[in-house]
Protein backbone atom coordinates (compact mmCIF):
# COMPACT_ATOMS: atom_id res chain seq x y z
CA UNK A 1 0.00 0.00 0.00
CA UNK A 2 1.80 3.18 -1.27
CA UNK A 3 2.23 5.89 1.64
CA UNK A 4 -0.01 9.14 1.30
CA UNK A 5 -3.06 11.46 2.12
CA UNK A 6 -7.03 10.39 1.49
CA UNK A 7 -9.15 13.56 1.35
CA UNK A 8 -12.70 12.60 2.69
CA UNK A 9 -16.10 14.68 2.39
CA UNK A 10 -17.20 13.44 5.77
CA UNK A 11 -21.57 12.46 5.76
CA UNK A 12 -23.33 13.56 8.82
CA UNK A 13 -23.66 10.91 11.57
CA UNK A 14 -20.91 8.84 10.97
CA UNK A 15 -17.70 9.90 13.45
CA UNK A 16 -14.04 10.19 12.92
CA UNK A 17 -13.39 7.03 13.75
CA UNK A 18 -15.99 5.41 11.77
CA UNK A 19 -14.64 6.73 8.88
CA UNK A 20 -11.18 5.78 9.39
CA UNK A 21 -12.23 2.43 10.22
CA UNK A 22 -14.31 2.29 6.87
CA UNK A 23 -10.99 3.63 4.56
CA UNK A 24 -9.24 1.16 6.31
CA UNK A 25 -11.46 -1.70 5.03
CA UNK A 26 -11.20 0.06 1.83
CA UNK A 27 -7.24 -0.21 1.69
CA UNK A 28 -6.97 -3.26 3.20
CA UNK A 29 -4.33 -1.62 6.13
CA UNK A 30 -4.60 -1.17 9.47
CA UNK A 31 -2.35 2.29 9.14
CA UNK A 32 -4.99 5.12 8.85
CA UNK A 33 -5.80 8.09 10.63
CA UNK A 34 -6.93 11.24 10.39
CA UNK A 35 -5.48 14.71 10.92
CA UNK A 36 -8.25 16.54 13.51
CA UNK A 37 -11.52 15.43 14.21
CA UNK A 38 -15.01 16.59 12.73
CA UNK A 39 -18.35 15.92 15.22
CA UNK A 40 -21.11 13.32 13.89
CA UNK A 41 -23.26 16.01 13.15
CA UNK A 42 -20.25 17.91 10.97
CA UNK A 43 -19.72 17.18 7.29
CA UNK A 44 -16.89 18.04 4.98
CA UNK A 45 -13.02 17.84 4.62
CA UNK A 46 -10.98 14.77 6.46
CA UNK A 47 -7.55 14.15 6.05
CA UNK A 48 -6.67 10.97 6.65
CA UNK A 49 -3.54 9.76 6.62
CA UNK A 50 -2.21 6.24 5.45
CA UNK A 51 0.90 3.91 5.93
CA UNK A 52 4.19 6.55 6.52
CA UNK A 53 1.93 9.54 5.96
CA UNK A 54 0.54 9.15 8.91
CA UNK A 55 3.43 10.83 10.71
CA UNK A 56 2.68 13.68 8.23
CA UNK A 57 -0.99 14.24 9.95
CA UNK A 58 0.27 16.02 13.49
CA UNK A 59 2.00 18.36 11.19
CA UNK A 60 -1.14 18.72 9.33
CA UNK A 61 -3.41 19.49 12.43
CA UNK A 62 -1.55 22.84 12.66
CA UNK A 63 -2.48 24.54 9.75
CA UNK A 64 -5.35 26.85 9.12
CA UNK A 65 -8.87 25.93 9.06
CA UNK A 66 -12.45 27.11 7.38
CA UNK A 67 -15.95 26.41 7.60
CA UNK A 68 -19.26 26.70 6.34
CA UNK A 69 -21.71 26.85 9.91
CA UNK A 70 -25.47 27.91 10.89
CA UNK A 71 -25.70 29.44 14.56
CA UNK A 72 -28.79 29.40 16.34
CA UNK A 73 -29.48 32.13 18.30
CA UNK A 74 -32.21 31.52 21.29
CA UNK A 75 -31.45 28.03 22.41
CA UNK A 76 -28.49 27.26 24.53
CA UNK A 77 -27.25 23.09 24.58
CA UNK A 78 -25.29 20.92 26.43
CA UNK A 79 -23.08 20.10 23.70
CA UNK A 80 -23.64 23.71 21.77
CA UNK A 81 -24.72 21.75 18.96
CA UNK A 82 -28.20 20.72 17.73
CA UNK A 83 -27.20 16.87 19.08
CA UNK A 84 -27.48 18.08 22.75
CA UNK A 85 -30.13 18.69 25.19
CA UNK A 86 -31.66 21.60 25.74
CA UNK A 87 -30.65 24.05 28.40
CA UNK A 88 -32.68 26.67 28.62
CA UNK A 89 -34.38 28.62 25.38
CA UNK A 90 -34.81 32.94 24.88
CA UNK A 91 -37.04 34.28 22.09
CA UNK A 92 -34.48 35.83 19.88
CA UNK A 93 -36.25 37.32 16.70
CA UNK A 94 -36.37 40.73 18.13
CA UNK A 95 -32.42 41.12 17.95
CA UNK A 96 -31.39 43.31 14.85
CA UNK A 97 -29.28 42.38 11.82
CA UNK A 98 -26.67 44.99 13.09
CA UNK A 99 -26.68 43.78 16.74
CA UNK A 100 -26.10 39.85 15.76
CA UNK A 101 -22.80 41.25 13.51
CA UNK A 102 -21.50 43.22 15.61
CA UNK A 103 -21.01 40.84 18.57
CA UNK A 104 -19.87 38.46 15.63
CA UNK A 105 -17.04 41.02 15.11
CA UNK A 106 -15.72 40.63 18.85
CA UNK A 107 -15.00 37.01 17.42
CA UNK A 108 -12.30 38.06 15.14
CA UNK A 109 -8.58 38.11 15.60
CA UNK A 110 -6.86 36.85 18.47
CA UNK A 111 -9.29 35.91 21.35
CA UNK A 112 -9.26 33.75 24.71
CA UNK A 113 -11.77 30.40 24.01
CA UNK A 114 -13.09 28.23 26.34
CA UNK A 115 -13.50 24.94 24.83
CA UNK A 116 -16.69 23.39 24.88
CA UNK A 117 -17.16 20.77 27.40
CA UNK A 118 -17.68 18.17 25.02
CA UNK A 119 -14.49 18.41 23.05
CA UNK A 120 -11.69 16.01 22.92
CA UNK A 121 -9.47 17.70 24.83
CA UNK A 122 -7.45 15.34 27.48
CA UNK A 123 -8.11 16.48 31.02
CA UNK A 124 -5.52 14.47 33.38
CA UNK A 125 -5.63 11.64 30.34
CA UNK A 126 -9.02 11.12 30.19
CA UNK A 127 -11.22 12.88 27.25
CA UNK A 128 -13.21 16.18 28.46
CA UNK A 129 -16.18 14.56 26.31
CA UNK A 130 -15.89 10.91 28.62
CA UNK A 131 -15.62 12.88 31.28
CA UNK A 132 -18.78 14.60 30.43
CA UNK A 133 -20.64 11.45 29.38
CA UNK A 134 -19.53 9.84 33.12
CA UNK A 135 -21.73 12.69 35.03
CA UNK A 136 -18.29 14.51 35.97
CA UNK A 137 -18.55 18.57 35.63
CA UNK A 138 -15.61 19.56 33.23
CA UNK A 139 -14.78 23.21 33.30
CA UNK A 140 -11.54 23.32 30.48
CA UNK A 141 -9.40 26.31 30.64
CA UNK A 142 -9.55 29.32 27.97
CA UNK A 143 -6.81 28.92 25.18
CA UNK A 144 -5.74 31.85 22.49
CA UNK A 145 -7.37 30.91 19.25
CA UNK A 146 -7.12 33.36 15.93
CA UNK A 147 -10.00 33.87 13.83
CA UNK A 148 -8.73 35.22 10.42
CA UNK A 149 -12.26 36.32 9.36
CA UNK A 150 -15.97 35.39 9.99
CA UNK A 151 -18.26 36.63 7.57
CA UNK A 152 -21.98 36.69 7.75
CA UNK A 153 -24.05 35.70 4.61
CA UNK A 154 -27.31 35.54 5.87
CA UNK A 155 -30.02 36.11 9.17
CA UNK A 156 -33.42 34.73 8.89
CA UNK A 157 -36.48 34.30 11.69
CA UNK A 158 -36.94 30.39 12.34
CA UNK A 159 -39.93 31.00 14.88
CA UNK A 160 -38.84 32.41 17.81
CA UNK A 161 -35.44 31.64 17.22
CA UNK A 162 -32.87 34.14 14.75
CA UNK A 163 -30.66 31.44 12.59
CA UNK A 164 -26.99 33.10 11.31
CA UNK A 165 -25.41 31.63 8.23
CA UNK A 166 -21.48 32.14 8.67
CA UNK A 167 -18.02 30.95 7.05
CA UNK A 168 -15.12 30.92 9.59
CA UNK A 169 -11.41 30.49 8.68
CA UNK A 170 -9.44 29.93 11.93
CA UNK A 171 -6.14 28.63 13.54
CA UNK A 172 -6.62 24.89 14.32
CA UNK A 173 -7.86 24.49 17.81
CA UNK A 174 -10.81 26.76 17.03
CA UNK A 175 -14.48 25.72 18.13
CA UNK A 176 -17.20 26.86 16.46
CA UNK A 177 -19.50 25.82 18.55
CA UNK A 178 -17.99 27.75 21.46
CA UNK A 179 -18.42 30.88 19.13
CA UNK A 180 -22.19 29.88 18.78
CA UNK A 181 -22.50 29.39 22.20
CA UNK A 182 -20.31 33.12 22.78
CA UNK A 183 -22.57 34.97 20.94
CA UNK A 184 -25.88 33.50 22.20
CA UNK A 185 -24.50 34.32 25.62
CA UNK A 186 -22.99 37.98 25.28
CA UNK A 187 -26.82 38.53 23.41
CA UNK A 188 -28.64 37.20 25.97
CA UNK A 189 -30.40 34.59 24.03
CA UNK A 190 -28.14 31.59 24.39
CA UNK A 191 -26.79 29.92 20.74
CA UNK A 192 -25.68 26.40 19.45
CA UNK A 193 -24.93 25.19 16.10
CA UNK A 194 -27.25 23.64 13.32
CA UNK A 195 -24.73 22.85 11.15
CA UNK A 196 -21.72 22.61 10.54
CA UNK A 197 -19.65 21.75 7.23
CA UNK A 198 -15.13 21.96 6.97
CA UNK A 199 -14.92 23.25 3.68
CA UNK A 200 -10.34 23.21 3.96
CA UNK A 201 -7.66 22.10 5.98
CA UNK A 202 -4.81 23.60 5.51
CA UNK A 203 -4.50 23.31 1.22
CA UNK A 204 -6.89 20.52 1.20
CA UNK A 205 -10.18 21.22 0.40
CA UNK A 206 -13.86 19.83 -0.88
CA UNK A 207 -12.32 20.02 -4.13
CA UNK A 208 -11.70 16.23 -5.06
CA UNK A 209 -12.86 15.28 -1.83
CA UNK A 210 -14.39 11.82 -2.04
CA UNK A 211 -17.10 10.86 -0.23
CA UNK A 212 -17.35 7.24 -1.63
CA UNK A 213 -16.03 5.56 1.16
CA UNK A 214 -15.56 2.18 -0.02
CA UNK A 215 -13.99 3.86 -3.41
CA UNK A 216 -11.02 6.21 -2.20
CA UNK A 217 -8.26 7.11 -4.15
CA UNK A 218 -4.37 7.94 -2.51
CA UNK A 219 -2.73 10.94 -3.39
CA UNK A 220 1.25 10.48 -3.49
CA UNK A 221 2.95 11.05 -0.05
CA UNK A 222 5.46 13.29 -2.02
CA UNK A 223 2.65 15.09 -4.00
CA UNK A 224 0.64 15.70 -0.50
CA UNK A 225 3.90 16.94 1.15
CA UNK A 226 4.38 19.54 -1.43
CA UNK A 227 0.89 20.77 -1.98
CA UNK A 228 0.95 21.46 2.27
CA UNK A 229 4.12 22.71 2.62
CA UNK A 230 6.73 25.51 1.10
CA UNK A 231 9.22 22.62 -1.01
CA UNK A 232 12.85 22.78 -1.80
CA UNK A 233 14.67 20.07 -4.35
CA UNK A 234 18.09 19.45 -3.18
CA UNK A 235 21.13 18.27 -4.39
CA UNK A 236 22.24 14.42 -4.23
CA UNK A 237 24.83 15.58 -1.15
CA UNK A 238 22.03 17.46 0.94
CA UNK A 239 19.96 14.34 0.03
CA UNK A 240 22.07 12.00 1.57
CA UNK A 241 23.13 14.41 4.53
CA UNK A 242 19.09 14.49 5.29
CA UNK A 243 18.85 10.40 4.90
CA UNK A 244 21.26 10.71 7.80
CA UNK A 245 19.04 13.25 10.14
CA UNK A 246 21.45 16.56 9.61
CA UNK A 247 20.96 19.81 9.89
CA UNK A 248 21.42 21.54 6.34
CA UNK A 249 22.55 24.86 5.15
CA UNK A 250 19.42 26.18 4.45
CA UNK A 251 17.00 29.80 5.10
CA UNK A 252 13.93 28.45 5.87
CA UNK A 253 11.34 30.27 7.59
CA UNK A 254 8.76 27.79 8.51
CA UNK A 255 8.01 23.85 8.15
CA UNK A 256 9.31 22.62 5.04
CA UNK A 257 9.61 19.52 2.97
CA UNK A 258 12.68 18.92 1.26
CA UNK A 259 13.30 16.43 -1.73
CA UNK A 260 15.46 14.18 -3.42
CA UNK A 261 16.61 14.76 -7.03
CA UNK A 262 14.39 12.36 -8.28
CA UNK A 263 11.24 13.69 -6.52
CA UNK A 264 11.27 11.47 -3.90
CA UNK A 265 9.91 13.29 -0.08
CA UNK A 266 12.41 12.74 2.39
CA UNK A 267 11.78 14.89 5.37
CA UNK A 268 10.21 18.06 7.03
CA UNK A 269 12.57 20.32 8.36
CA UNK A 270 11.89 23.69 10.47
CA UNK A 271 14.14 26.49 10.95
CA UNK A 272 16.79 27.02 13.90
CA UNK A 273 19.38 29.25 14.39
CA UNK A 274 19.71 30.16 10.67
CA UNK A 275 20.40 26.81 10.35
CA UNK A 276 17.60 23.97 8.84
CA UNK A 277 16.85 20.71 11.13
CA UNK A 278 14.74 18.17 10.90
CA UNK A 279 11.69 17.73 11.92
CA UNK A 280 10.18 14.68 10.63
CA UNK A 281 12.35 12.38 8.84
CA UNK A 282 10.66 9.77 6.26
CA UNK A 283 13.69 8.40 4.47
CA UNK A 284 15.96 5.52 5.98
Known sequence: MPAGLVVVDKPAGLTSHAVVSRVRRALGTRKVGHAGTLDP??????????????????????????YDATVRLGRSTTTDDAEGEVV????????TPDAVRAEL???????????TAVSAIKVDGKRSYQRVRDGEEVELRARPVTVHELTVHDQRVVGEFLDVDITVRCSSGTYIRAIARDVGAALGVGGHLTALRRTAVGP???????????????TPLADAARAAFPAIDLDAEQAQ???YGRPLPL?????TGVFAPDGEFLALYRPEGGTARPAAVFVG
Do not use: Y
Open 41 to 66: MATGVLVLGVERATRLLGHLMLTEKA
Open 88 to 95: AETPAGHL
Open 105 to 115: ATQVGEILQVP
Open 204 to 218: FTLDGAVSDLDQVSV
Open 241 to 243: AVR
Open 251 to 255: AIETL
